[in-house]
């Protein structure tokens, strides 16, 4: 599903619902009462009820609670479930929203929205005054996400155990905290693992660890305990025998794969001439256009004298000249185009165009952006070619149109740099699906924009690539297969006698890949009458600046998988955790699992009888069987483990040993803070890119605060919390940035200095 930004703000909101007269599960019923009286992790699969104990949990120990979800996808459903079965009052809060009210039986809130409300210091928000707190996959606690800020804030704040509590205690300044998930950790063996969880409750101040038997989870009526894997490989590409960067050809070896290092890598490489064959073919491609680009800025034509004169200069964004991200380079094109567009509609001289040069000469076409044949192939895949584009305001091409279209070779580029050179097939689908394809015969013809010695860049790049690509042939296959298997769409008769279809998930890490997929999908005459598809990742970030899915969006794309009008999802992370997803049978796993809480939470998607789940990309190192292994190695520590009891010798040790780690793990991260520092040029914004990387490396939190100083001058307040140290640093200057930058290097310099001590 692909649809324009902008998504109004949401407003908090209070619901409130009857309490149905359900009975809990036998397990949820122990556990709940486990709650009770302490902190205590809870792990059970997915579609096991972790909500409703959690629920119950709350009507018994009594409001105000908190409710946190890591989604704004997840707000609306935990609010339903929890406002039905307490009959309590929910509010709901999220970005963009203003203040909660100030009183509320049940808060339930994405991290984000929460502590940034927090910080405003209002008294109803701070942790002593809520009851319960719930941590809603609690596991984002372990790595660098908002949970882990609200944790160590919820530690700090509280510095000595709860006290003991009942449903018929009064209020207590220690509130109880719960927190729910399928899998508590990322790591990979026992020890990792085991150090994982006694983090989780260190930093929680969890006094329990609460789970199901098989048995008890089939008692009560638990069905969905996970398809077997089906793990369906190709081998790896080729790194042309070496693990050198001097490769003439091949991908990034895997030994040179430093993820700090991914833009450095990839631009030395173009520097060299040692890119892989079809990445050397797109950057000419690119630096081509972008010299086009750069030239016709230049030639704007000058407005009457009537007008005030409008100039857009444009430079590449990237390497070696540029110096933004690749996450940004299209949105700083697209930005371009809008502004071009703009002062030619107005009559500036943005829209000025193309020199009449023998370079320029040649260009013809009408119309709008891409060729008609494109625009329609392209709408039946939910992506309009022209949608956010600026239109043509005359016959000819003009600057808004050439940064319109540069935008989507960026981000093609970009696709490159993060797959380490692998993903061609996604770099050549993300022009096609837009109608950046030049004009061989085989390929629909688009609107010739660039000058004549651009195109034959563009010819050359496109003759090149492949009709077709392997993953995209695999992944038909795999679904057409299931298709059947699966009932199709729902003419056919269950085992039971009952009629079954196809309902399936297709995971990818990229959020640019569902939309690269659903494109490919209905394109293919196999695939488009069986399939339809919808995108669905998290609302709050685009997947380009071109490409986006609302809440609004999500949440309907949801309702039809549910209702059967939609019977194919295609995901990123957002859809493993929480979301209710309850008839899916296929789970595709497209891009390769990164940790045991990717397969526990995706596998558990598909909870219909005869499900299947489907691997076909695996990092070396971390197999599908190595990643079920780690599940039942979680299992096994989560039955007999007991968090030691606050002041005890036990305690001490764990404390000792957590410190030591990040000892290490901030001496580990020390070289890699200067070396980019210094690499940087020391400036306050190396700083910043520094203690960035070093606070992520080191599993610590970076917050900034912000205030008004004399003279009306921002300060910002940079503070570094970890379980060794907190250090704060302030900069004062006239604007946001530049206060920023100046905390940031008096803070790097701190904070080198106690490292280094």
């Known amino acids: 599903m692909a649809a324009g930004r902008g998504a109004a703000a949401a407003t908090p909101r209070a619901t409130a619902a009857k309490a149905p007269a359900k009975t809990l599960r036998g397990y949820q019923s122990r556990i709940a009462n486990k709650c009770l009286h302490d902190n205590t992790i809870v792990v059970l699969p997915t579609g096991s009820g972790k909500t409703l104990l959690a629920a119950e949990a709350i009507k018994r120990l009594g409001p105000p609670a908190l409710f946190l979800v890591p989604t704004r996808l997840m707000v609306d459903q935990q609010a339903e479930a929890l406002g039905s079965w307490t009959g309590l009052s929910v509010t709901k809060y999220m970005g963009g929203a203003g203040l909660p009210p100030s009183t509320f039986k049940i808060l339930v809130s994405t991290p984000q929205a929460f502590k940034a409300a927090q910080q405003n210091g209002i008294g109803h928000l ?23 800020k609200l944790a160590l804030s919820l530690r700090r704040s509280s510095l000595t155990p709860p006290p003991p509590a009942s449903p018929a205690t009064g209020s207590s300044s220690h509130p109880r905290v719960v927190g729910l998930t399928a899998s508590y950790s990322y790591a990979v063996g026992d020890a990792k693992i085991e150090a994982s969880l006694t983090r989780l409750c260190h930093e929680l101040r969890i006094t329990a660890t609460e789970t199901a038997t098989r048995q008890e989870l089939e008692a009560g009526g638990y069905q969905a305990m996970g398809a077997a894997a089906e793990v369906l490989l190709d081998p790896r590409p080729d790194s042309a025998g070496t693990t050198d960067d001097t490769a003439p050809a091949g991908v990034v070896p895997e030994a040179d794969q430093k993820p700090h290092e991914m833009g450095t890598t990839f631009f030395r490489r173009e520097a060299k001439g040692t890119s892989t064959a079809f990445t050397r073919l797109l950057m000419a491609c690119v630096r081509s256009m972008e010299e086009a680009t750069a030239a016709a800025a230049a030639a704007q034509a000058a407005p009457p004298s009537s007008q005030p004169h409008q100039t857009l200069l444009f430079s590449s964004p990237m390497p070696p000249s540029g110096k933004l991200a690749p996450r940004e380079w299209g949105a700083y094109a697209h930005k371009l185009a809008l502004k071009a567009a703009a002062a030619a509609a107005a009559g500036g001289g943005g829209g000025a165009k193309m020199p009449e040069t023998a370079a320029g000469r040649g260009m013809g076409g009408g119309g709008d952006f891409t060729g008609n044949s494109v625009a329609k192939r392209c709408t039946r895949c939910g992506i309009d070619a022209n949608a956010g584009q600026p239109r043509r305001s005359s016959s000819r091409p003009t600057l808004h149109l050439l940064l319109a279209e540069l935008e989507h070779w960026y981000e093609a580029v970009k696709t490159m740099v993060v797959s380490w050179e692998e993903r061609e097939d996604d770099a050549a689908t993300i022009l096609d699906m837009f109608g950046c394809t030049g004009s061989p015969s085989h390929r629909a013809a688009s609107e010739a924009v660039w000058p004549s010695d651009v ?5 050359a790049f496109w003759e090149a690539v492949p009709r077709t690509f392997r993953r995209y042939d695999k992944l038909k296959n795999v679904l057409l297969d299931k298709y059947d298997h699966h009932g199709g769409d729902g003419s056919s008769s269950g085992g039971g006698g009952g009629k079954k279809c196809f309902r399936g998930i297709v995971f990818v890490v990229q959020r640019v890949t569902t939309h690269v997929l659903a494109h490919v999908i209905a394109a293919d005459p196999r695939l488009a009458p069986r399939f339809s598809a919808a995108c669905l990742y998290a609302s709050s970030s685009p997947a380009t600046a071109s490409l986006s899915v609302t809440k609004a969006q999500a949440q309907a794309s949801i309702e039809a998988f549910r209702s059967g009008s939609v019977n194919l999802l295609l995901a990123t992370v957002v859809a493993e955790e929480g979301i209710d997803i309850p008839k899916a049978n296929c789970v595709v ?132 919390e970890s379980p060794l140290r907190e250090l704060r640093a302030t900069g004062t200057a006239p604007g946001k940035k530049a206060a920023k930058k100046l905390a940031a290097a008096k803070l790097l310099a701190v904070l080198r200095e106690a490292v280094a001590a």
């Open 589 to 720: 796993r497209y891009d390769a699992m990164m940790h045991g809480v990717s397969m526990v939470q995706g596998r558990g998607r598909a909870r219909e009888e005869d499900s299947s789940f489907v691997v076909l990309s695996e990092r070396p190192d971390r197999t599908t069987a190595d990643l079920e292994a780690v599940e039942r190695q979680q299992q096994r520590l989560v039955w007999g483990f007991r968090p030691p009891a606050a002041g005890s010798a036990a305690a001490a040790a764990s404390d000792a040993a957590i410190m030591a780690a990040q000892r290490l793990r901030e001496h580990g991260a020390r070289k890699a803070l200067l070396g980019i520092a210094a690499a940087q040029g020391g400036g306050g914004g190396g700083a910043l890119s520094a203690l960035n990387f070093f606070a992520q490396k080191t599993k610590a939190a970076l917050e900034d605060g912000w205030s008004k100083g004399a003279g009306g001058q921002w300060v910002c307040t940079l503070s570094y």
């Open 126 to 148: 701070q942790w002593s005054a809520f009851r319960v707190v719930i941590f809603d996959e609690v596991h984002h606690v372990l790595k660098d996400h908002p949970y882990r």
């Open 455 to 459: 195109r034959q860049k563009i010819s």
